[in-house]
């Protein structure tokens, strides 16, 4: 079965780290650009990130730009966003997506056809 399993949420302080993980199983994640994705309650869900599977090329939203990092691990088969300066309004769920068709500098825009996680929830407060 093909499937994306995010991990690595929490609850944070303003201000810390955490570093999400997302593993494929039953596919190649290498053959893909990866992408994050986040909603808050009552809010549009919302692309973050994308990475490259061919030169690691990355995007990031302004939101996230400078405290957010994608990496990405072929071997294990799994991808890494690595949250830092935290803050409230990060709080969301926080879903990872294969994006077949992605354009370098866009954010992504995964196709029908693409995979994604179940989310993992990313708490921020005091």
């Known amino acids: 079965q093909e499937q994306l399993v995010e991990s690595g949420g929490g609850l944070v302080q303003p201000g810390g780290s955490l570093r999400l993980s997302c593993v494929a199983s039953g596919f190649i994640l290498g053959h893909f650009a990866v992408g994050w994705f986040r909603q808050a309650p009552g809010k549009e869900r919302e692309g973050i990130s994308c990475?490259?599977?061919?030169?690691?090329?990355?995007y990031y939203a302004e939101s996230v730009k400078g405290r957010f990092t994608f990496s990405r691990d072929n071997a294990k088969n799994t991808v890494y966003l690595q949250m830092g300066s935290l803050k409230p309004e990060d709080t969301a769920v926080y879903y990872c997506t294969t994006d077949t068709g992605w354009v370098r500098g866009d954010p992504p825009r995964p196709t029908l056809y693409d995979h994604w996680g179940r989310g993992t929830q990313v708490t921020v407060s005091s």
């Open positions: 990475i490259s599977n061919k030169d690691g090329s990355t």
